[in-house]
């Protein structure tokens, strides 16, 4: 059997992932020699289901969210990195290129926007993305300063990657 490592160096899109939903999640776990949570979510073959109980619901999403953002930049042929450590704080999703920090992303889909904004403003980044769920845009809008970029959440599932990626670099 291939280690995580081994099968993360193919990409997979997010669009093709395969969704585990709770039953198939507990089948797997006890059926395949070898496979334990950790394999199933940093291989990068699966993504969790949003019919999971609400109180992992949001947990979820936000890192659903990071595996798109880390599978995006890698597709740029940048060093994605899902919770990169800045020693005194950590950033959700981090793009590098040759060891300089270029994109950083903070997901809030149920946490602090505060908390959010004030890692983003504290970090030596080019480009400093708030990704926020809709229904929170225009607190964040209301919260942040002119250096950060807002995306909404649904921007990312509706728009053609393209258009993400043109988005994301302007």
Same mark, same amino acid.
């Given at each position: 059997?291939?280690?995580?490592?081994?099968? !993360?160096?193919?990409?997979?899109? /997010?669009?093709?992932?395969?969704?585990?939903?709770?039953?198939?999640?507990?089948?797997? %776990?006890?059926?395949? !020699?070898?496979?334990?949570?950790? /394999?199933?979510? !940093?291989?990068?073959?699966?993504?969790?289901?949003?019919?999971?109980?609400?109180?992992?619901?949001?947990?979820?999403?936000?890192?659903?969210?990071?595996?798109?953002?880390?599978?995006?930049?890698?597709?740029?042929? %940048?060093?994605?990195?899902?919770?990169?450590?800045?020693?005194?704080?950590?950033?959700?999703?981090?793009?590098?290129?040759?060891?300089?920090?270029? /994109?950083? /992303?903070?997901?809030?889909?149920?946490?602090?926007?505060?908390?959010? %904004?004030?890692?983003?403003?504290?970090?030596?980044?080019?480009?400093?993305?708030?990704?926020?769920?809709?229904?929170?845009?225009?607190?964040?809008?209301?919260?942040?300063?002119?250096?950060?970029?807002?995306?909404?959440?649904?921007?990312?599932?509706?728009?053609?990657?393209?258009?993400?990626?043109?988005?994301? %670099?302007?």
């Amino acid at each position: 059997m291939a280690s995580y490592e081994e099968i !993360k160096k193919y990409q997979i899109s /997010f669009e093709d992932k395969i969704t585990l939903d709770n039953e198939l999640e507990k089948l797997l %776990l006890r059926t395949v !020699k070898g496979i334990d949570k950790e /394999f199933l979510l !940093k291989s990068g073959l699966f993504r969790l289901s949003s019919t999971k109980p609400n109180n992992k619901q949001g947990t979820n999403l936000h890192q659903e969210v990071q595996e798109l953002l880390a599978n995006l930049g890698r597709e740029l042929e %940048l060093q994605s990195i899902i919770e990169y450590n800045l020693g005194n704080t950590r950033i959700d999703v981090a793009w590098l290129d040759k060891g300089l920090l270029k /994109f950083a /992303f903070e997901i809030v889909i149920e946490g602090s926007i505060l908390e959010a %904004l004030y890692r983003l403003q504290n970090v030596n980044a080019e480009k400093k993305i708030l990704i926020v769920k809709d229904d929170r845009l225009k607190e964040a809008e209301g919260k942040a300063h002119n250096e950060i970029k807002i995306i909404p959440l649904s921007y990312l599932y509706n728009r053609s990657k393209i258009d993400l990626i043109r988005h994301l %670099l302007l």
